[in-house]
């Protein structure tokens, strides 16, 4: 049959960075990404895994290539980003991933050195590696930046001190940028995962986790990486050109649900 619609569903051939690439939602969705032909850029603190993802991307017949990047280090990030633009040429969907959890009792002493470290992580690394990579944003067609926030941008759990306030801004910085980009049809997005499986929630028994997916969560369980990935996916779309600024949680009904 032919095609009815216009806009493109394919990010075929586009150039994608994915910050914290080498676990968890970062590595699902590179896998995404390049398994829908787009070049992977694969980043993280962890350069070997970073390199084994992208091994395993070029392996199954994708393209994708490493960079050790802590996207605490502002120079990293420009030398990185610049990397990047030196192999392919362009980027057109930047995906700011990278994170730790950073949980501390407001009375504790190592309060002031734990929020630092996780608004140098969570939080200023996303507007570094936003304004780095701004320039050739500029110059795609359509211009993609994804934000991974955490349903603890929206609420709170105890202790969550760091990484509450620090996914909070994430969520008020996707806005801002929306505003300010919005004119130059680059768009800004932010997913919200609720619980998912991943080495960030590896801490916590399986037994808990199913207790917790029974009692909190809609679908009644913790996520996999591959589902928040095709919500980033989706904003990636040359067809999603009139979505940005939204904060959209992908967290099985944990963030809706009463009791
Ligand atoms: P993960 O631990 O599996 O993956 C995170 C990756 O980020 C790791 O490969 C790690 O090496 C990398 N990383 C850590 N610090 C870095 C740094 N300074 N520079 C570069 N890379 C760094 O964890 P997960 O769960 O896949 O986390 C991905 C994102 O999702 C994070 O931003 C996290 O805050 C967020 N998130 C996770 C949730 C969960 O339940 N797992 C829920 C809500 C949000």
Not at 8 to 24: D, F, K, L, N, P
Not at 63 to 72: G, Q, R
């Amino acid at each position: 049959m032919a095609r009815l619609s216009k806009l493109s569903r394919s990010v075929e051939g586009s150039v994608v960075h994915i910050t914290g690439a080498a676990s968890g939602m970062g590595r699902a969705t590179a896998y995404l990404f390049a398994d829908e032909g787009a070049k992977v850029a694969v980043t993280d603190l962890n350069g070997d895994q970073a390199e084994a993802v992208a091994q395993e991307i070029r392996d199954a017949g994708g393209t994708a290539k490493a960079w050790a990047l802590d996207v605490s280090d502002p120079q990293q990030i420009i030398d990185v980003t610049e990397a990047i633009g030196k192999e392919w040429g362009r980027l057109d969907i930047l995906v700011n991933n990278a994170g730790i959890g950073v949980f501390v009792k407001l009375d504790s002493e190592k309060y002031e050195e734990k929020w630092q470290f996780g608004m140098d992580v969570l939080i200023n690394a996303v507007h570094r590696l936003v304004r780095a990579s701004l320039p050739m944003l500029r110059k795609a067609e359509h211009g993609r930046i994804i934000n991974i926030a955490s349903t603890e941008g929206l609420g709170a759990t105890p202790h969550g001190g760091p990484y509450t306030a620090a996914k909070h801004a994430v969520v008020g910085l996707t806005k801002s940028m929306a505003v300010d980009l919005g004119k130059e049809g680059i768009t800004a997005n932010c997913i919200c995962p609720g619980p998912i499986n991943t080495s960030l929630t590896e801490f916590i028994d399986d037994k808990d986790k199913a207790t917790f997916g029974r009692r909190r969560v809609a679908v009644r369980r913790y996520g996999d990486p591959e589902e928040v990935a095709h919500g980033t996916f989706n904003f990636a779309l040359p067809s999603a050109s009139f979505m940005t600024g939204v904060i959209m949680p992908v967290d099985g009904g944990f963030w809706i649900r009463n009791a």
